[in-house]
């Protein structure tokens, strides 16, 4: 497990740097483009892509690194469950990362452009949860792709996609209940997100049903 | 008790409906070369794969030590088993890059010696900052042998080495085989298709045909057992008696025979007879066993 997690770890490492880079590159790029009068709003969509993409990444990221690093390891001598217990450890790095350059980003934001932060306390601890929900979910993609090739991944995408429909259903129903569609919809998302004893019940109960999947798929893998 | 013998007992393999290994049982000892040689899907990787534990099997066993190999980290630390490596991955190329392999290796095996990786790396005059994907096939298997080598581990096995390598590379490979083995004295499996260069190297063979294995011993021992013996059919035949005919040629009213047998016995029967006895060579050896029938059989 130690030798798969400082492996991967490394790997993780790598993604990071690329990814606070490309932060730093999407702040930089809008503090040139930005008039002053504007600031508000280049806040606004600095933090709004950095949250998609801190969602979108490491699902990404976790369902390309199974494929290539799984047989890899496992014919380098390493067990199935020292796998993915080190998988673990590496997702639980990548996930953190993300919310942590997620997190710089929202402060480097407030400092330039003199904006509040749009999460903390509890909706930012409700980010970091949505980050490990989909590092999971997509390494749960990685171990179903390895098994059932991309015929798998793509029947588990429709399921993720059925889902993800249901919740952003839930969450338009909520803006449209308070009365203002287009302006209450962040603020919904983010009182979704504050709510940490439901977001964490919900979120613990997830990544147990994953990592079921997980395990279940990882103990007959072989490698070809 | 330790032996660092690697065992497999009545292993039987299916890939759904179709059974591809049929109760193999075979012991590697400690200290010797092994060639295991075998026609293409014959069964050598899977066999291989379930040694080292990164393939399931249906029923039997393998053990190192005595101790099941399955999900034993403390035997799987002692084999190494370098495969072939692909240049795709599921979601396209693989862009892994060389020096990342070496770093994982460094990594996952505990006796990997990071001076000779270097060395090697810098004899085959590979470039590893290259990704797999953009490795001809002989720089792949130079990875896989620098792998090999540098793992360090008691029971090395290296599947198809040479593949790919051209005839200078594969002299190398075979020298640099037999000095480590001549410094380490481990265990080493080695896996091909390519038999004659490499029949000077094993000291034991392992022939796998169709799931089955054929014949598990001395390479030495093996190949003594055949001769070719090459006259008349009728003469041909007096000379064979008592041995098994195993192939047969026939060219006009010449046949040659591979013949298995005692040599002192086929000698006693070619007195005063006009034929001549040829050695087989492993290679040849290996054809007859597993090339089929008998002309005029097919």
Known sequence: MIRTARYLSWIVWQYLFSLAGMGALLIGFQVLITPPSEAEFAAGRIVGMAFSTALLFPTLLELSMLPAYLPLSLSMGVTRRGFFWGAQVAKLHLALGIAAIFELMQIATQLIF????????????????????????????????MRFGRWGITAMCVLI??????????????????????????DSVIGLLSNTSLLGAVVLALMLVLAGV??????????? | ???????????????????????????????????????????????????????????????????????????????????????????????????????????????????????????????????????SKGMMSMVTIILALASRAPVTI??????????????QFYRLLLADYEQTRRTFIVSTHIIEEAAGVFEDIILIDKGRILEAGSCAEFVAQFHLVTGAEADVARA???????????????????ARGDGERLRANTAGLDVDVEAVSLQKAFVCLTGGQKEGEA
């Open chain 2, 158 to 171: 290296l599947d198809e080495p040479v593949a790919g390598l051209d005839v200078v590379a594969r002299e």
């Open chain 1, 161 to 186: 996609g059925l889902l993800a429909g249901v919740v952003g259903g839930v969450i338009g129903f909520m803006s449209v209940s308070d009365g203002n569609e287009a302006g209450v919809l962040l």
């Open chain 2, 240 to 258: 064979c008696e008592g041995l098994t005919v195993v192939h047969e040629e026939r060219l006009g009213r010449s046949v040659t025979v591979c």
């Open chain 2, 1 to 135: 008790m330790k032996n660092g013998v690697l065992q497999a007992e009545n292993v039987v393999k299916r890939y759904g409906k179709k059974e591809v290994l049929h109760g193999v049982s075979l012991s590697i000892r400690p200290g010797r070369i092994y060639g295991l040689l075998g026609r293409n899907g014959a069964g050598k990787t899977t066999l291989l794969s379930i040694l080292t534990a990164q393939n399931t099997l249906d029923s039997g066993s393998v053990t190192y030590d005595g101790e099941n190999v399955w999900e034993n980290q403390k035997a799987l630390d002692e084999i190494c088993f370098s495969r072939e490596l692909s240049p795709m991955l599921l979601f396209g190329q693989n862009s892994i890059k060389a020096k990342e392999y070496l770093r994982a290796a460094s990594l996952y095996y505990p006796h990997w010696d990071k001076d000779y990786a270097d060395r090697l790396v810098s004899l085959f005059e590979l470039d590893v900052k290259k990704p797999i994907y953009k490795l």
């Open chain 1, 114 to 145: 003199g904006s509040p932060a749009l999460f903390y306390g509890r909706s930012l601890a409700g980010v970091c949860m949505g980050i490990l929900v989909c590092a999971a979910l997509g390494e749960t993609l990685g171990f179903v792709g």
């Open chain 1, 214 to 224: 997980d395990t279940a798929l990882c103990r007959r893998f072989t490698v070809r």
